[in-house]
Nanobody
């Protein structure tokens, strides 16, 4: 499975962005997908994840109520809608896939390249 993340950019605090993670491979619809981010000089951290069916979603506490993860298996795509963005949301965002969701990046087998999100104050 190959993953391609896109949709990052520069936005003012309070603004919105939608990230997309497009996958190739027939097994994508059976994989859980997670979004992680990494700020400069910080470790990569879990942001959100979604089960293979889309029936279960999981979020980092600080993004609950602001971010929404969803998927369209017919399009092999997972989305991360980010609203009410804050400067602390700044970082490189990565999507990753695995047989089951996890909050630890070490559990994910497949990774996409990152997309930069910068939130200005």
């Amino acid at each position: 499975v190959q993953l391609q993340a896109s949709g990052g950019g520069l936005v003012q605090a309070g603004g919105s962005l939608r990230l997309s993670c497009v996958a190739s491979g027939r097994t994508f619809s059976r994989l859980a997908v997670g979004w992680f981010r990494q700020a400069p000089r910080k470790e990569r951290e879990f942001v959100a994840a979604i089960s293979w069916s889309g029936g279960s979603t999981y979020y980092k506490d600080s993004v609950k109520g602001r971010f929404t993860i969803s998927r369209d298996n017919a399009k092999n795509t997972v989305y991360l809608q980010m609203n009410s963005l804050k400067p602390e949301d700044t970082g490189v965002y990565y999507c990753a896939a695995n047989s089951a969701w996890a909050s630890s990046s070490h559990e994910y087998e497949y990774w996409g390249q990152g997309t930069q999100v910068t939130v200005s104050s």
